[in-house]
């Protein structure tokens, strides 16, 4: 199916949700009115990210049916247990609708062995700098032992921290490795005082939008009822915050994500 934007859709403001799982429940029940919504609100592109070995080829295949839709390969934290035969993996990342390497990372709040997700990550790690690839980072109750690892190679990775929450300072280091910082939900809840000062001290040059849908809710809007289009939420929380017009954060987003993912 061709799911090009379609022309009755004019809308001003253009968006990409870096970090969508489309392949998963209840978005994957209807993909073409998901994506007819999120054209409706002006989010043309959605990265796709994998999970495990089963999603690898299913993200694939999606890839291939929609022309708006790209793909991450990678395998998540929580799927650490899992071999990866990086001879296949390797061959996915040929495609031209693979754009990152993703969703990886460490995330220490789980029972999966540390020592396993260690190892994993910077595996994965080498075969995007091998690749020239970004990845998008998953990182929970890990984050010193991340930027350790990423240290180690010297500047020469970049990507994305995805559904970012935490302070500035943090951020700001991963800034200096050459990393964006992506925005969820969370920025639409006004208890979330921390990722609302991020926000606030932030610079556009460094930030992505994203929804993690069906995983992360909106102010008043249940996870599992979260999809692209609310990407325009999330723009609109973040333009109030730093006092910006929504042109601009459309703009200078759209700019931060085709540099990051070569669209």
């Given amino acids: ?67 708006n839709i790209y793909g991450a ?41 540390k020592t396993r997700q260690r190892d994993q990550f910077i595996k994965q790690l080498e075969t995007a700098m091998e690749f020239n690839l970004p990845v998008l980072l ?24 995805h559904a970012f929450s935490r302070s500035y300072e943090l951020a700001k280091r991963f800034i200096d490795l050459g990393f964006y910082i992506s925005f969820g939900g969370t ?4 208890d979330s005082k921390k990722a609302i000062d991020t926000v606030r001290q932030i610079s556009l040059d460094n930030i992505l939008l994203e929804t993690d849908a069906p995983s992360i809710g909106l102010l008043n809007t249940h996870p599992l009822k979260t999809e692209p289009a609310h990407v325009l939420d999330i723009a609109t929380a973040l333009s109030k915050i730093k006092n910006i017009s929504l042109q601009e954060i459309s703009q200078k987003s759209e700019e931060n994500c085709k540099r990051l993912f070569n669209l």
Avoid at 38 to 64: C, H, M, W
Avoid at 139 to 161: D, H, P, S
Avoid at 187 to 190: D, N, V
Wanted: with cysteine; hydrophobic share 40%.
């Fill in 138 to 161: 998953h990182v929970r109750g890990a984050f010193e032992e991340t930027l350790e690892i990423l240290e180690q190679f010297n500047g020469k990775l970049t990507g994305t921290v």
């Fill in 73 to 113: 390969m990678g395998i998540h934290p929580w799927k650490a247990d899992e071999d990866i035969d990086f001879g296949t993996f390797k061959q996915l990342l040929q495609n031209e609708k693979v754009v990152a390497i993703g969703e990886i990372g460490l995330d220490f709040k789980t029972d999966v062995c």
């Fill in 187 to 190: 920025i639409t809840k006004p």
């Fill in 1 to 67: 199916m061709d799911s090009t934007l379609p022309s009755k859709y004019k809308v001003t403001f253009h968006f990409t949700d870096t970090h969508c799982h489309l392949n998963f429940s209840p978005l994957c029940e209807n993909i073409p009115a998901v994506l007819n919504r999120a054209f409706q609100n002006g989010v043309e592109r959605i990265i796709v990210p994998a999970y495990d070995n089963e999603s690898l080829q299913n993200i694939l295949n999606l890839t291939k049916l929609y022309k």
